[in-house]
């Protein structure tokens, strides 16, 4: 991959990452995803009636097509009330209690804007009640303009690259995000029998998969497609930011399914082989739960490629405050390579070989050594 293409796909992630959103108000994301299909001919955008979006290249369509899929969500508040210089909001996604007080945060107005207010200050948390979120008041200097659907994020500042890492506001799972637009643009330039590659962008995940679990109900996802779940998973000693993208086996929750993820894996091998540069990790994350088992477990073939992830939900536990997420360049760069090969080679005979093909041959070429 040249430096100009880098660099391009660099810029897509700084400008996603860096953009405000949350659970069921991922508007600005929405809104850059349709900017993007309306710039190619050859990409049709389309949604199902929960609002997940679908993009498909133009004519080329088979029953079982590879769909990367990533959502648009990440943890943050939805104003409820407005009472002078006080914000009621609610907050939509996981992280512990000891990080809301005394942090600050910006509010947006309505579903477009990307200029922040002022900061507010976090004065109460209140625990959520059965089937509801934490609530918080926030604190601004001066009456605030707002209004209840307004969201609220973490005031740490905007995406930027410093030393080979990316520091932004939401790498879950905007870079996840990023990364398959990335190699959906360079699949598209394929002329010759291109693969049927689609990207599915979901809503809400951060409350518990639910446009995952939408969309396989409304229709939008083939029965015999293959899902690959792109995700930032909590990083661990063992699974280092700068060792590679991992092709996550399972998550906290179940493991995904064997055949798919074994040929991910024998893609990644291979162009590892190709590329010595070329990192890759194989691991089973277990910090949090993808929507690759909520696919699993609703019927669908699924499996994950993740990014290793720092300061997982903007959670800097060493430091004990809210902080930009942390991502690795070259884990990026890696992922988006591991995705295109992926959609070249995926269902190459040798790749789409089973491991039990290749186990099967082994027995037969060494048999007469036990006789």
């Known amino acids: 991959m040249n430096a100009t293409t880098r660099a391009r796909h660099e810029r897509d992630l700084i400008e996603l990452t860096g953009l405000p959103t949350a659970t069921a108000k991922e508007d600005r994301v929405i809104a850059w995803v349709e900017r993007w299909a309306k710039r190619r001919k050859n990409v049709e955008l389309s949604r199902d009636r929960y609002g997940n979006l679908m993009l498909i290249r133009t004519g080329v369509e088979s029953k079982s097509p590879i769909i990367f899929t990533a959502h648009l969500d990440h943890p943050a508040f939805v104003v409820t009330g407005v009472d002078g210089k006080t914000v009621t909001a609610e907050f939509r996604g996981g992280v512990q209690d000891a990080f809301f007080v005394g942090t600050k945060v910006r509010l947006y107005r309505g579903e477009s804007s ?3 207010s002022p900061p507010g200050t976090i004065r109460e948390l ?47 799972d905007l870079a996840g995000a990023a990364a398959m637009f990335a190699a959906f643009g360079e699949l598209l330039k394929i002329r010759k029998d291109p693969p049927d590659v689609r990207l ?17 109900k409304s229709g ?40 798919l993820t074994f040929a991910v894996g024998q893609v990644a091998q291979s162009i590892a082989a190709e590329d010595e540069g070329l990192k890759w990790q194989r691991k089973l994350m277990t910090g949090g739960t993808c929507e690759a088992s909520a696919y699993q477990a609703l019927g669908y073939t699924a499996t994950c490629v993740c990014l290793p992830l720092g300061n997982y939900h903007n ?3 060493q430091a004990g405050k809210i902080d930009r997420e942390v991502i690795h360049l070259d884990d990026y760069h890696g992922l988006v390579r591991l995705l295109m090969g992926i959609g070249r080679s995926l269902d190459d005979p040798e790749t789409a070989k089973p491991l039990t093909s290749r186990l099967n041959q082994l027995f037969a070429d060494h048999r007469s050594l036990l006789s």
């Not at 792109?230 to 493991?255: C, H, Q, Y």
């Open 200 to 216: 599915l962008c979901t809503r809400a995940e951060e409350i518990g998969f639910v446009g995952a679990i939408a969309a396989c």
């Open 220 to 259: 939008i996802i083939p029965k015999k497609a293959r899902l690959i779940a792109l995700e930032n998973s909590k990083s661990f000693a063992d699974s280092p930011l700068g060792g590679g993208p991992i092709v996550r086996v399972g998550d906290r929750t179940s493991t995904f399914d064997p055949g």
């Open 114 to 116: 990307v200029k922040p």
């Open 315 to 317: 959670m800097d536990e």
């Open 126 to 172: 209140r625990p959520a009640k059965k089937g509801g979120f934490k609530t918080v008041d926030v604190q601004f200097r001066q009456r605030i303009e707002a209004q209840p659907g307004d969201i609220l994020t973490w005031d740490v500042g905007s995406a930027q690259i410093k030393s080979g890492r990316l520091h932004a506001p939401a790498c879950d």
